[in-house]
């Protein structure tokens, strides 16, 4: 790498930021994070990753404030932060959040399938994302995105912000998103051609949180579901309504409401038959949403329960 625009970068740290609690396989990904450190190294940078401080089974008696308290302090004294997106993360998205209020450039890195956040990839700190199929083209993309990093020059960093204050606005950035005015939802409904029992539960749904103002709108705009075929994904994917009791809210039979479920499932992109995680996992990365019981349970049981 050229040595001038390393330089921009002051050979200073590389937090390199990803999931590390209830992940499925977490020795796999942690090699992960070990070959993303070796990448900064060579780009004359000084890796800091945290599972080898803060490891939420190594250090499992490790205090929550302390794991918080070191963890923010190398994001913020970082001259760049390279966040995994791969996998859904509450700790990512914070430390994104920190990045931003600290003026500290953020480079997002996930697999060329993997659905991201677009509330994540529309921070303004993130000025790269480095997608990739292979470990080599990895290899190469990363590389070349610090050498970008490094010869863009850099604004003056805004005054700190209290992290406290950082974690709220990210907790309000959320609430944001899931709330929207009664006449908005019911405008929605009806351009989603909803009624009867189906835009009751939907409209309760918003109203207690259980789905997303935004993802709504984003189910009847972007991906323009209508009908059965929204209710049916709604009730079914997003509240985890039984299909019989999905099928009755829509007035329809269960075969029928099953076969709405598909082609909702098809016309955002999942596959007919998608299992239960990966449906919730598309929830929340890809719409706005709350995490589902079946994602919880992926995330934090290994998907044993």
Known sequence: MDEAKVSGLAAGEAYISGALTGIEDAPRMKLFYEL????????????YLPHRVTDPVATARLDPRAVYEIDRAHVTAAAVVVA????PSFGVGIEVELAREHGIPVIIVAESER????????????????????????RRS???????????PRGVSPAAVADDVVVQRFITSLEHARQLPGAEVAALLRVGEIDGE??????????????FGAG????????????????AFI??????????????ALGIDPRTARSRLGTARSRVGLPEDAAPDLVAQWLVTELIAPPTRALQLHLFTGNRA
């Open 36 to 47: 993303l450190a070796e990448i900064a190294g060579a780009a004359k940078l000084r890796p």
């Open 142 to 152: 990363l590389a070349a995105a610090f050498e970008r990093v490094a010869a863009s």
């Open 115 to 138: 659905a991201v956040s677009r509330l994540l990839l529309g921070n303004p700190a993130v000025v790269e994302v480095v997608r990739f199929a292979d470990l080599d083209g990895l």
């Open 216 to 231: 709504l709108r984003d189910l009847v705009g972007r991906y323009a579901l209508r009908g059965g075929d929204l209710g």
């Open 84 to 87: 995994y997106a791969g996998l």
């Open 198 to 211: 189906a835009a009751s539960v939907i409209r309760d749904a918003v109203a207690s949180g259980r789905l």
């Open 235 to 248: 009730l079914r994917d997003v509240l985890e309504r039984p299909l019989a009791e999905t099928a009755r």
